[in-house]
């Protein structure tokens, strides 16, 4: 695990979106994770801009959304199908069919759980996962105590996770009480990982992923067996990370006054 700290959200955005367009100019055609939610919007307007510019070709990529609601109907604005079209396919040009989303509306939600592990086989697995983390250490709706090899499933959201999303919603009584989410052990399998956080709300959250020993309290601490994960944070998101957490410039970006990166935790 490695992590990368820059000043401000904005240079988050623009790091990770660095990152992630590598990979894509190297590979046009690979399989790429989304993450929903607040904290990786910024990376997937920077992405967004330099299609518009021209200096970057994302059409032919596959992506695989990390979650979704139950209970909400197909076509809901709130759904994470929506997020998806309005911030990844229009924005991005790609067609529909390339977005994939857990069929959550479905009444047979093991079925569709199974499906969708079986559809991100048939793609080859995911090449780059994107991540956010939650204020209780969640990635993706896999919230505290999920088992860390879980797989595509049925889980139950938290009041915590719930209070979070609801400035999403009207208000916390319309958040959904279930979802279908990846599981820890699906997003290990990802070839790589880029987790983004921004604000001192997700400081706790990061320190216990970063600092802390794997357990299943922090889900987002399994990401320490991962052998390429990023963690791109602005620097109140670092700011619960001890002194033991050695910094140092991140290569390639000089070393004076630019983002700066620790070595790897685990």
Same mark, same amino acid.
């Given at each position: 695990?490695?992590?990368?700290?820059?000043?401000?959200?904005?240079?988050?955005?623009?790091?990770?979106?660095?990152?992630?367009?590598?990979?894509?100019?190297?590979?046009?055609?690979?399989?790429?994770?989304?993450?929903?939610?607040?904290?990786?919007?910024?990376?997937?307007?920077?992405?967004?801009?330099?299609?518009?510019?021209?200096?970057?070709?994302?059409?032919?990529?596959?992506? !695989?959304?990390?979650?979704? =609601?139950? %209970?909400?109907?197909?076509?809901?604005?709130?759904?994470?199908?929506? =997020?998806?079209?309005? #911030?990844?396919?229009?924005?991005?040009?790609?067609?529909?069919?390339?977005?994939?989303?857990?069929?959550?509306?479905?009444?047979?939600?093991?079925?569709?759980?199974?499906? =969708?592990?079986?559809?991100?086989?048939?793609?080859?697995?995911?090449?780059?996962?994107?991540?956010?983390?939650?204020?209780?250490?969640?990635?993706?709706?896999?919230?505290?105590?999920?088992?860390?090899?879980? /797989?595509?499933?049925?889980?139950?959201?938290?009041?915590?996770?719930?209070?979070?999303?609801? /400035?999403? !919603?009207?208000?916390?009584?319309?958040?959904?009480?279930?979802?279908?989410?990846? %599981?820890? %052990?699906?997003?290990?399998?990802? /070839?790589?990982?880029?987790?983004?956080?921004?604000? #001192?709300?997700?400081?706790?959250?990061?320190?216990?992923?970063?600092?802390?020993?794997?357990?299943?309290?922090?889900?987002?601490?399994?990401?320490? !067996?991962?052998?390429?994960?990023?963690?791109?944070?602005?620097?109140?998101?670092?700011?619960?990370?001890?002194?033991?957490?050695?910094?140092?410039?991140?290569?390639?970006?000089?070393?004076?006054?630019?983002?700066?990166?620790?070595?790897?935790?685990?």
């Amino acid at each position: 695990m490695d992590v990368v700290v820059v000043p401000t959200a904005v240079d988050v955005a623009t790091y990770a979106a660095d990152l992630v367009a590598a990979r894509i100019a190297a590979e046009p055609g690979m399989v790429l994770g989304v993450a929903t939610g607040s904290s990786p919007v910024g990376i997937y307007r920077e992405l967004a801009r330099r299609r518009t510019e021209g200096t970057l070709e994302l059409s032919h990529l596959t992506c !695989f959304a990390l979650d979704e =609601y139950v %209970g909400l109907a197909p076509g809901h604005p709130r759904s994470y199908a929506a =997020y998806l079209d309005r #911030e990844i396919a229009r924005p991005w040009g790609l067609a529909s069919s390339r977005v994939r989303v857990p069929e959550a509306s479905r009444p047979d939600l093991e079925v569709a759980a199974a499906e =969708y592990e079986q559809e991100i086989a048939a793609a080859g697995g995911i090449d780059l996962q994107i991540l956010g983390i939650g204020t209780n250490g969640h990635i993706g709706f896999n919230e505290p105590i999920s088992s860390l090899s879980s /797989r595509t499933r049925v889980a139950a959201l938290t009041a915590q996770t719930r209070t979070d999303n609801a /400035r999403f !919603f009207d208000g916390p009584d319309d958040v959904p009480t279930r979802c279908l989410t990846q %599981g820890l %052990g699906t997003i290990l399998e990802a /070839r790589q990982v880029v987790l983004v956080a921004q604000g #001192e709300r997700k400081a706790a959250a990061v320190a216990a992923a970063v600092e802390g020993p794997v357990a299943a309290r922090c889900p987002a601490s399994v990401l320490q !067996f991962h052998p390429r994960t990023v963690l791109v944070l602005d620097e109140a998101a670092a700011s619960g990370l001890t002194s033991g957490t050695c910094l140092r410039p991140v290569p390639g970006r000089g070393d004076g006054g630019g983002p700066r990166g620790s070595a790897p935790a685990s």
